[in-house]
């Protein structure tokens, strides 16, 4: 990841100056963020909050964690969940929510947090979304990448992260809608699919030494799609990953997925 040549730290973090990438420069703000567990909920509290890195109790237990905050793209309060900057990377791929934990948001590959932290937060939300660009080291908001959309669901409080060894159930998911956010609207109102663990057929998904792949949303069923648009293939099986509004990049490239 591209670094940042000033970053300045205070004795508190509530908002900051938007930059670039997935560091941000911070500045005091009334809003306690102990008490406040997204970045939607941040942003609900603090009107034209700006992108970039906070700290935030995605898990209500007391504690904060460092993530980082899309406050602009599509009205804002998106969640940075899991992302990569270079797919071709070892690990390649995108994680899986909860593996490759970077507490300081601000590393090349990475999760938000540990599977019980990011669980809780995706449980609050209703909407996944990702990006991608043919690029390698993009970063930031979604506005940075190439191709971003969102995959809308009704209620997701029930969904659990599976860090293990499993099979994806046709029969226990959830159904939504996408639309994209940058780049092409072809797949707009595509209904798409959601398994229970964010499973696509059976993978272990327990460890990045594992070959799997998981997504955020498919066009076909449940557990079903052969790569069309726009199903989200992703993982440590290749560099080469799938989605939101375009099929698939095949080379290394940049890819980040986000929560609201």
Known sequence: MKAISL??????????????TFQGVHK????SSSSISSCKEYLAANGGSS????????????????????????????????????????????PYP?????????????????????EALIQESTEFAKGAHTSTDIT???????YAGKYVYSDLSNLDLELSNGSCNNSNGYTGTFTALVGTNAYDGTTVYLAQGLRYSSYNQSSDNN??????????NICGGNGQAPGT??????NGQYGPNIRRIGSNHSASVWVR
């Open 7 to 20: 970053l300045f730290s205070l004795s508190f973090i509530n908002a900051q100056i938007a930059l670039p």
């Open 28 to 31: 005091p703000h009334n809003t």
């Open 51 to 94: 992108d970039g890195i906070y700290s935030i109790d995605i898990d209500s237990d007391g504690t904060t964690e460092t993530v980082y905050c899309d406050m602009t793209t599509d009205g804002g309060g998106w969640t940075l969940l899991t992302w990569n900057s270079n797919t071709g990377s070892s690990p390649k791929g995108v």
């Open 98 to 118: 909860g593996l490759d934990v970077c507490s300081t948001a601000d590393c090349s590959r990475g999760s938000a947090g540990n599977e019980s932290q990011l």
């Open 140 to 146: 930031g908001p979604m506005s940075n990448y190439q």
């Open 211 to 220: 070959r799997y792949i998981w997504n955020i949303g498919v066009g076909a």
């Open 233 to 238: 293939w992703m993982g440590t099986w290749s």
